[in-house]
């Protein structure tokens, strides 16, 4: 093994050209499957946390319209404790109503959460344009809806519900959410004050949850609901979002798709070049032969080719890829100086498309290493 591998490489040097062109091609092959995983794996990190990372994934309803969840403090404590793989739980009552402001009305949803764990679902610390979060008997608006409105922190406007009933509350911050609808509808506040101002009791109209796997999100509403009341149903973001769904899937296939594309030709690359070699190195193949190296010997020198130019062009095309998605994320920019595309960068997607250039490149000299080992010495010496 150690003499192949001394031969190989002696090879490789004696046609310094010739290999660098095969380690460049075996690099741009490795650097483009690295850019398109980073690529497609931000893509799809961004586009869920965007859809769902700022949003309940999981739902707990009244199972008939119009019903509200009892005892929501009971049961998500009960969801909190169960193990289920749960990390944020809380519940919360919506109402829908008026903001009213001097002479007009603005109709919005009143949000009444009963836990800080709001915040951590829907990032409002993050959202706050101006002010703060709203305490007991406070709110905050959407900057759609202020703006609109012309109100500002601090400000005092009236609550009023479909019934006539009002109330005046105190803004205490605007918030972005930076979807327009929310903006324009949502007034946050807490659970106590949304009970109070409708009449509605110590009820909730949901539990919002999070989990710590989001694509484990089904699994785990199939297990709550076996903890649950029959007056209650479970909901999932992956049911309610089926075009969600396929759009990660066939963003996945398409990269795979890529990734196979680009090996293949990467491999018949190799196995072309390598096949070449074996005719332009024949004369020395033959004499090799004819000093008493043995056929599988002389297979192994190719096998060693094609693994010492796969480590090569893997080190190369991880260096390519890892400098093209740098470039990318400095040049490729939103107005606001963020990246187009946050890329994700993964230590183990990278060392497996490293390790599958080297094998790949070992396999690609089977064709000709098994071709050189037919070869006849005698044949070889005496036609020159």
């Known amino acids: 093994m150690k003499t192949a591998l001394k031969i190989a490489w002696r090879f490789l040097t004696a046609s310094k050209g010739q290999s660098l062109l095969i380690a460049i091609g075996i690099a741009v092959g490795v650097s483009v499957q690295v850019f398109i995983g980073s690529l497609i794996g931000g893509l ?44 944020r739980v809380s519940p919360v009552l919506d109402a829908s109503g008026f903001l009213r402001v001097g002479q007009d009305d603005y109709p919005i949803q009143l949000r009444g959460f009963a836990s800080s764990n709001a915040d951590s679902i829907y990032r409002l610390t993050e959202a706050l344009v101006s002010g703060a979060l709203p305490e007991s008997g406070q709110v905050a608006l959407g900057i759609n809806l202020a703006q609109e409105a012309g109100i500002e922190a601090m400000d005092t406007v009236t609550l009023a519900t479909p019934r006539g009933n009002t109330r005046d509350v105190s803004v205490s911050g605007i918030y972005d959410l930076k979807t327009a609808a929310l903006n324009s509808r949502w007034v946050l506040t ?38 649950l009341p029959q007056s209650l149903k479970v909901d999932d973001w992956k049911a309610q979002n089926e075009q969600l769904l396929s759009g990660l899937n066939g963003q996945s296939v398409s ?26 190195k024949s004369k020395q193949l033959g004499i090799l032969k004819a000093m008493g ?43 606001d100086g963020t990246p187009v595309v946050a890329l994700l960068v993964d230590p183990q997607f990278i060392a497996i498309s490293a390790l599958v250039a080297v094998l790949s490149a070992t396999l690609a000299s089977l064709i000709p290493a098994r071709r050189s080992a037919r070869l006849d010495p005698m044949e070889v010496i005496k036609n020159g």
């Not at 999981?58 to 289920?84: K, P, S």
């Not at 539990?207 to 989001?214: G, L, R």
């Not at 798709?257 to 005719?279: D, E, H, K, N």
């Open 293 to 335: 190296i043995r056929d599988g010997s002389a297979s192994v020198i190719f096998l060693a080719e094609g693994f010492l130019l796969g480590i090569a062009g893997a080190i190369l095309g991880v260096a390519l890829g890892l400098g093209l998605t740098y470039a990318f994320t400095r040049f490729a920019l939103n107005p």
């Open 44 to 87: 799809q990190v961004e586009l869920v946390d965007n859809a769902i990372g700022r949003n309940t994934q999981i739902t707990i309803t009244a199972r008939d319209r119009g019903d509200y969840v009892e005892n929501y403090q009971e049961v998500a404590g009960t969801l909190e404790e169960a193990g289920l793989g749960v990390k």
């Open 255 to 280: 990269s795979l798709m890529i990734q196979v594309f680009v090996l293949v030709s990467v491999v018949l690359a190799i196995a072309s070049v390598l096949a070449i070699s074996v005719m332009q």
């Open 190 to 227: 807490d659970i106590a004050l949304v009970q109070a101002a409708f009449g509605y009791g110590d009820v909730a109209s949901a539990i919002e949850m999070q989990a710590e796997d989001p694509f484990q999100a089904d699994q785990i509403a199939v297990e709550m609901a076996g903890l």
